[in-house]
């Protein structure tokens, strides 16, 4: 009997470590793995920085991909565009995201990273809703933001001093104004603000303030977007070209992206987004422009 019971004890064992083996064989992955796309819930983690203009709309979509992919977890910075080009460039962030062309920021090496056009930005100047004004022209709004243009009185609106509000160099959201809204005129100093909600509660609490925000920004009546030479800021306008202050969300990576970085970005494109959580946040569809600009700020109609 007692070579039975040792018999069983090892036969409980042996079905034991077998039991044990397959057990631990099902998880070869780790928390990195991004599951290739494959259709099964994503998991892993990556870091996004760089366009705070950008931010409300990809931290909303990166919510959402949680939500359907309980296992992933993507974290939203950010910093200005170009943070977000210098750390994707370097290796440190996953994606960059960015109002600007990455060939249009010094240092970077734009021919190493891969640009993923997620959205269009309309940009416009916007005051302090007691300033009296809510179109301006061109010509003067550059001789506001110059300095030429010191009080609000000689624009027919309030005797108030004009209180400039701009953002530091490495914003895309300066380059893109300064382009397209001051053809590349320097703007005076005044007041320098990295966040754009920050810069919208100045505009808010200042009297006589003007700066520019994307139209994302514009969710209530605390600030006055301006028109320009009478043209509107809107999504039809910067669609059919006639509203010229916008350019595209780019969303780079450094070379092409796998795994969940490329699951999140396909996500970005997908219909869900383009068509409904892209427009909840202000943005506009990439799809749905009819015009496309290089990185010369060259316009043609598609």
């Known amino acids: 009997m007692e070579w039975m019971k040792k018999t069983w004890i090892f036969i409980i064992i042996a079905a034991l470590m077998v039991f044990s083996s397959a057990c631990g064989g099902g998880n070869n992955g780790d928390n990195n793995n991004a599951g290739g796309g494959n259709g099964d819930d994503l998991s892993g983690s990556l870091v996004v920085s760089g366009s705070s203009a950008m931010q409300p709309l990809v931290a909303a979509a990166a919510e959402e991909f949680m939500a359907e992919n309980p296992g992933a977890d993507i974290q939203v910075n950010a910093g200005g565009s170009g943070t977000g080009l210098s750390q994707v460039a370097e290796g440190s962030v996953d994606i960059g995201n960015s109002d600007v062309f990455a060939e249009e920021k010094e240092g970077i090496a734009a021919d190493e ?4 056009k997620v959205a269009v930005v309309g940009i416009t100047a916007a005051v302090n809703p007691n300033v009296g004004i809510k179109d301006i022209s061109k010509a003067d709004l550059i001789k506001v933001f110059t300095g030429k243009i010191t009080n609000w009185k ?6 108030q001093e004009i209180v400039l509000v701009n953002r530091p160099d490495a914003s895309g ?3 893109i104004f300064n ?3 001051l053809d590349g005129a320097t703007p005076a100093e005044g007041i320098t603000e990295d966040s754009s909600n920050t810069v919208k509660k100045i505009l808010t609490e200042t009297e006589g303030a003007v700066g520019y925000l994307a139209f994302s920004y514009f969710t209530d009546d605390s600030i006055t977007p301006l028109s320009i030479d009478g ?3 809107t999504e039809e306008n910067v669609q059919s070209g006639k509203f010229p202050i916008w350019a595209y969300q780019h969303s780079y990576t450094k070379g ?6 490329k699951a999140f970005l396909d996500y970005l494109m997908s219909d869900d987004i383009q ?5 909840e946040q202000g943005y506009l569809p990439v799809t749905k422009m009819k015009v496309e600009r290089d990185v010369e700020g060259n316009i043609k109609n598609l």
């Open 179 to 181: 382009k397209f809204a």
């Open 113 to 116: 990273l891969v640009d993923h």
């Open 256 to 261: 092409e992206p796998e795994g969940l970085v």
């Open 173 to 175: 959201t300066r380059a």
């Open 231 to 233: 043209v509107e800021p």
């Open 275 to 279: 068509n409904t959580l892209l427009k």
């Open 154 to 159: 000689e624009l027919g609106g309030k005797d």
